[in-house]
């Protein structure tokens, strides 16, 4: 049984990790770099040991020091969070090879996974719907001219070693064909050292639709539900929710089926996430599967009343699932908003630096999962993502309310958030519907724009006026000073100041 975890992240996620480590008695260890000595997961943890300089691709991706930090510590396992080494084959092996488990799934399954030619290969196989398209890497421009008269244009190619929005191209005419796989070919060599790209048609105005799983290595799998994720801006989830306001019970039933057929055709053991593209009929396909924990969990924890790192860690320790898909139901409704060191009001510039001060909101149905703190200096040198703040409700509607309550209460000063941009997310009516897709941001910028707004100036000119009347009234009651002039009390107040520095 696994006595001691070492967290080979930084930030929120370790946090949460360490969180549920303590609960289970086990004893979490913490690695961070120079840039992170004062970071709360460093003080949250039983023991800290430092793995290099800042820059995260000379500590917290540098396989070898954080192996040695787990052989100094004697820890039996490393959680690997989100982000950095999580979806890195190589380091599950090696940790494999070292005597320390990996929690998370095999490296067979990550690298399976990650290619993302061999991922459609594989659902194409388990019978799992995916985008109608190529399922070789395009070797010649006429083959690939003669593919996508069948599938009909527009379509998109996609590097197979990319994934979340990077190394793709959209085509919507036969001269960009050409041109446009070349491109795709040598950004994804550049990018990935890998030039094997595919094509897909091109499906206008998705949904992103994702189905956490939980699997365990004695061959049970069961999906947690769905998570409505298509509130993104430059493939950066802004705002994730469950139940989707569009997923009927039928359909969910099907994409659940699905995606267990999906993670179970990788042997997959762990907590995983199957990503859809969904129509606005409700006809979905496989994107792309994430094998790793992802930042939306807890909304699927939430609504499904299931720890998911504690779920992790008892796969890794062998255990079989203690949930039957039966269990399992959707009570009430949660929502994410991922709170960023970021302008929204000046382009979403990264804005690190010291928190001055940070209230966080608390009351019923709200979780935090955050690790600022008043007088820390957030680094430039890691993702902006500095909290995420989840709420719950028995509905929709009160959940919406809630989020709003939550991110008027949430206060943090001496650094520019997305908190605001967040609200107005609350406030547009086709959020509040639940009528959107992923151009939710794009359509809908006349309320999500900075509010140099009408209502912004009417209420300073109302300010001013309440102002000048206020002062003229003062002014009405002006006494008579003793040299028979009429002053008004702000004068006299302005010679007595002047008069006491004399
Ligand atoms: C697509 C697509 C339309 N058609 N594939 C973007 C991220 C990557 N995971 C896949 N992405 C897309 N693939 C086909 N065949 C549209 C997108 C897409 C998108 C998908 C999910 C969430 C937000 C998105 C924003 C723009 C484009």
């Not at 793995?51 to 787990?70: K, M, T």
């Not at 510039?349 to 709200?366: A, Y």
């Not at 040198?381 to 939550?406: H, N, Q």
């Not at 359509?443 to 509010?451: G, S, T, V």
Request: with cysteine; glycine share 6%.
């Amino acid at each position: 049984m696994i006595k001691k975890i070492l967290v080979a992240n930084r930030g929120e996620i370790a946090i949460r990790v360490m969180r549920t480590c303590r609960e289970m008695g086990i004893k979490s260890v913490a690695v961070y770099s120079e840039a992170d000595r004062s970071s709360m997961h460093v003080r949250y943890a039983d023991e800290a040991y430092c793995i290099g300089p800042a820059p995260s691709n000379e500590s917290y991706l540098v396989i070898d020091n954080i192996i040695d930090a787990a052989k100094r510590c004697h820890a039996d396992a490393i959680h690997p969070g989100y982000g950095f080494l999580s979806e890195n084959a190589g380091f599950a092996d090696r940790c494999e090879q070292e005597g320390i488990i990996f929690i998370g799934p095999s490296s067979h399954a990550i690298n399976t996974m990650g290619d993302k030619i061999t991922a459609r290969q594989k659902m194409l196989g388990a019978g799992v719907p995916v985008v109608p398209g190529t399922s070789e890497p395009i070797q010649e421009i006429d083959k690939a001219i003669k593919v996508i008269k069948e599938i009909g244009l527009p379509v998109m190619v996609k590097a197979s070693a990319g994934g979340g929005g990077k190394g793709m191209r959209l085509i919507h005419e036969e001269s960009e064909i050409e041109p446009g796989i070349k491109a795709a070919q040598s950004e994804a060599l550049a990018a990935f050292g890998n030039d094997a790209v595919y094509i897909e048609k091109y499906i206008n105005s998705p949904h992103h639709i994702e189905f956490q799983v939980l699997a365990d290595k004695h061959g049970n799998c069961i999906h947690l539900f769905e998570r409505e994720c298509s509130v993104q801006r430059r493939h950066q989830k802004v705002v994730e929710e469950t139940p989707s306001p569009i997923m009927t019970p039928e359909v969910r039933k099907e994409m659940g089926a699905h995606a267990v057929a999906a993670a179970r055709a990788v042997n997959y053991a762990s907590a995983g996430t199957i990503e859809f593209i969904v129509d606005d009929n409700l006809n979905y396909y496989f994107l792309e599967m994430n094998t790793r924990l992802q930042v939306e969990h807890p909304i699927t924890e939430r609504v499904v009343g299931v720890d998911l790192v504690k779920e992790q860690i008892n796969i890794a320790n062998n255990l079989p699932l203690r949930y039957k898909q039966e269990d399992l139901k959707q009570n009430g409704h949660a929502i994410e908003v991922r709170i960023y060191a970021e302008d929204p009001d000046n382009n979403f510039m990264p804005s690190p630096g010291k928190v001055m001060h940070i209230t966080e909101p608390l009351g019923l149905g709200v979780r935090h999962d955050g690790y600022v703190y008043e007088g820390y200096t957030i680094p430039m040198f890691y993702d902006p993502m500095i909290s995420k703040l989840i709420v719950w409700a028995p509905t929709r509607k009160e959940a919406v309310e809630r989020m709003k309550r939550a991110l008027y209460a949430y206060k943090i000063t001496g650094i520019k958030t997305s908190i605001p941009f967040l609200s107005r997310v609350m406030n547009t009516p086709a959020f509040v519907e639940g009528r959107y897709n992923t151009h939710f941001i794009q359509d809908n910028q006349q309320y999500l724009e900075p509010k140099d707004d009408a209502s912004q100036k009417i209420r300073d000119v109302a300010a001013i006026t309440a102002f000048v009347d206020y002062i003229s009234k003062i002014e009405s009651k002006t006494r008579v000073s003793s040299n028979g002039s009429s002053v008004s009390n702000w004068k006299a107040f302005g010679r007595k100041k002047s008069l006491n520095r004399l």
